[in-house]
């Protein structure tokens, strides 16, 4: 166990079983199926994917929000997978999370320094020179007017509320901040500060960040590495300039070739991969390689073999039975 | 030469407690059939709106609308904002259709897609219910969802969100309307599922000749589709121009700020993106002059204060490039350190 590492997942599953109709036919679906996952420490780790490829639950497994269902969540050398509630609170304060949603992740009935305060109190702390001291310090880090302490979030915009959902995360002075497509519900040009703030502040504190989302121009801009993931597994690991550069996995390279470049001439030059069909139900994978009914080359033994991460390079993870040949773009 | 739809100083209103929300403020643009023009913008900034009136879907007791939007048909233009309501409810669905963001909340729950796509049908057509399934079975398929002809008897919540937008659009499609507005149509959609939708539109649009109107954020999605872009600020078009020319010498501010603010996926390294400050501004009580003014980097450059207290013109800067700015092409060029333009 390397203390080089913030987090380590190791054959992580979280499997939700859900009941049909009239408590008929249940069913277990698989959101996330066994994944093993590595962010450094001061490292950005990018968790890519479609709608329902379980990323967001990965997310909410790390902090344990969900329990997981197998396997081990090993966080700054300590093996938190099977702590209880109480046990935990000493390792939450490391670890917090930005939501999606900075009009819901709000209590609209609470002051923004009521909000933030709401982290000293449940940890029992007392930051180095008082708590209002801390709360103003942290307004005018994230780019807020600390003057606004006594305002509510409704007054604030969408970017601002987002500010303050970082402020909170902050608080604790943590050391993993897992964000949850922090920047998708913002207007594109409000999108370009909050990611430079998160630049930011990770120069600043040294923080890591485990950022999930589905854009991948955004993704691309903030991760060192980026994982993809499908139905609940990871298809692909790889440093960002490697993946993007480089994609060997049929998937990843299908997602980079559906991302729309703002840029008329390339869109005119450039051949698409586009993919028939949709997602599969997670309630239901398809055997062998989840991957395989929407796979342009897709061969016997992938419908009848799922492929197993190998690493095929020291920055580069890959589970394909048949993968791109490397050196194309 | 006319084109098929001539928008022409259009401007929507809505009265609120707060003060008068001036949603589309003397909007001028024109779209001709086989066309595709990009309306893009933030959030408030007023691009949905005008789209919305054209097709007359304003509550008229609360909306103030003024200007004009000539569609031209065979048998003689007709103003569709000053027409009888009536009239255009009979251009609805028939000569011009709309598509939406969310595909779920658009269909209906309790009905089959068949049904609600034969609706649509009946309303234009002679013909029996089994026309109609006929007929939505017939549009099902057109718009690539497999095994149409079952289908049509499944409800929308067997679709998935693509399959619902493909619904959507076979139903907007079903009496081939000769313009389609899209708002938003891949918005809600993974990116992978948005390539497939925006060639299913483009082939669909050769197919019929159709005026396709597209209402986005996505300047990605605008550099696949749009031969023609909008771009929308404050309530207002601050630039439009072909699709070259908003992408290559964009003459607005706000259009170069937007552009270098979005990270690319085939532009490697972590340069830092270079963030438009301050935030989008409020439709009530919008301030005189320039409603970018207060975000614009280029404000000093202009003599005196005149970008805080009056408002430009939407002027030609060259050839069929019009921009809201004092600047002109070359101090724009000057400013970004791009080659001024060749026309």
Redesign the interface.
């Given at each position: 166990m390397s203390s080089d590492n913030i987090l380590e997942l190791h054959g992580l599953k979280k499997h939700f079983k859900v009941n049909g109709a009239f408590g008929r036919g249940k069913t277990v679906v698989k959101a996330v199926d066994g994944i093993d996952l590595v962010v450094g420490r001061g490292e950005t780790v990018g968790l890519v994917g479609?709608?329902g490829c379980g990323k967001t639950t990965v997310g909410r497994t790390v902090m344990k929000i969900y329990e997981p269902t197998e396997g081990k969540i090993i966080f700054d050398g300590v093996d938190i997978t099977d702590l209880k509630r109480r046990d935990m609170k000493a390792y939450r304060s490391k670890m917090q999370m930005i939501f999606q949603d900075p009009f819901s992740s709000l209590n609209p009935r609470h002051t923004v320094g009521t909000i933030i305060e709401a982290a000293y109190i449940i940890h029992k702390t007392e930051p180095v020179g008082g708590r209002s001291k801390a709360i103003q310090e942290l307004l005018e880090r994230v780019g807020l007017n600390p003057e606004h302490v006594n305002r509510f979030p409704h007054e604030f915009?969408g970017?601002?509320r987002q500010r303050i959902g970082i402020a909170r995360a902050l608080a604790l002075t943590p050391k993993l901040i897992v964000a949850d497509e922090p920047v998708s519900a913002l207007?594109?040009?409000?999108?370009?500060?909050v990611?430079?703030l998160l630049?930011d502040l990770q120069k600043e504190l040294g923080l890591s960040y485990l950022f999930v989302a589905?854009d991948?121009?955004?993704v691309?801009?903030?991760s060192d590495r980026v994982v993809v993931m499908y139905l609940g597994k990871i298809m692909e690991i790889a440093t960002?300039?490697e993946l993007?550069?480089n994609p060997r996995h049929p998937y990843t390279k299908?997602?980079?070739?559906?991302?729309?470049?703002?840029?008329?001439?390339?869109?005119r030059q450039r051949e698409?991969i586009?993919?028939?069909g949709?997602?599969p139900s997670p309630a239901n994978p398809p055997a062998g390689c989840v991957f395989s009914t929407r796979c342009w080359k897709v061969q016997d033994r992938c419908v009848s073999e799922a492929p197993i991460p190998v690493q095929i390079s020291p920055n580069h993870t890959l589970a394909c039975h048949f993968p791109e040949p490397a050196g194309q773009a | 030469m006319s084109k098929f739809l001539e928008v022409k100083n259009l401007s929507v209103s809505f009265p609120t407690e707060d003060g008068l929300v001036k949603a589309s403020n003397d909007v001028s643009y024109s779209v001709d059939r086989g066309e595709t023009l990009a309306i893009v913008g933030?959030?408030g900034s007023g691009k949905s709106v005008s789209n919305l009136a054209i097709m007359g879907l304003h509550n008229a007791a609360i909306a103030q609308i003024s200007g004009s939007a000539w569609l031209n048909l065979p048998d003689g233009p007709v103003d569709v904002i000053s027409a009888p309501a009536e009239q255009v409810r009979r251009l609805r669905g028939k000569v011009m259709s709309m598509i939406f963001q969310d595909p779920m909340s658009s269909l209906h729950p309790y009905y089959s897609v068949g049904n609600q796509i034969a609706e649509a049908w009946s309303l234009y057509n002679d013909g029996s219910k089994r026309d109609g399934m006929a007929r939505a079975a017939e549009m099902l398929d057109l718009v690539g969802i497999p095994s149409a002809k079952d289908r049509v008897k499944d409800f929308p919540h067997q679709f998935?969100?693509?399959?619902r937008q493909r619904v959507m659009i076979a139903m907007a499609l079903v009496n081939n309307p000769s313009l389609l507005i899209a708002d938003e149509p891949t918005t809600a959609l993974?990116?992978?599922?948005?390539?497939?939708i925006l060639?299913l539109i483009q082939e669909i649009q050769k197919e019929f000749n159709m005026a396709v109107i597209l209402i986005t954020?996505?300047?990605?999605?605008?550099?696949?589709v749009a031969d023609r872009v909008c771009v929308m600020y404050g309530g207002k078009i601050v630039e439009n121009a072909g699709?070259?020319e908003i992408?290559?010498k964009s003459q607005h501010p706000y259009t170069i700020?937007?552009?270098d603010?979005?990270?690319?996926?085939?532009k490697?390294g972590?340069h830092?993106?270079?963030?438009?400050?301050g935030?989008?501004p409020s439709l009530i009580g919008l301030p005189t002059g320039c409603a970018f003014a207060p975000r614009c980097e280029f404000v000093s450059e202009v003599a005196g204060s005149q970008c805080t207290t009056q408002d430009p013109e939407l002027a030609e800067k060259t050839s069929d490039h019009f921009a809201r700015c004092f600047l002109q092409p070359e101090q724009i060029s000057t400013l970004t350190g791009r080659k001024a333009s060749a026309k």
């Open positions: 479609e709608s915009s970017g601002q207007d594109v040009s409000i999108q370009a500060q990611v430079n630049d589905h991948l121009s955004v691309q801009h903030i960002t300039t993007f550069a299908a997602l980079l070739s559906a991302v729309p470049i703002p840029d008329p001439i390339i869109e698409r586009i993919l028939t949709d997602l | 933030e959030s998935s969100g693509g399959m993974d990116v992978t599922v948005q390539s497939q060639k954020h996505d300047l990605g999605v605008v550099a696949e699709i070259d992408f290559y700020g937007l552009l603010s979005i990270p690319r996926v085939d490697l972590s830092r993106l270079k963030a438009i400050p935030q989008p």
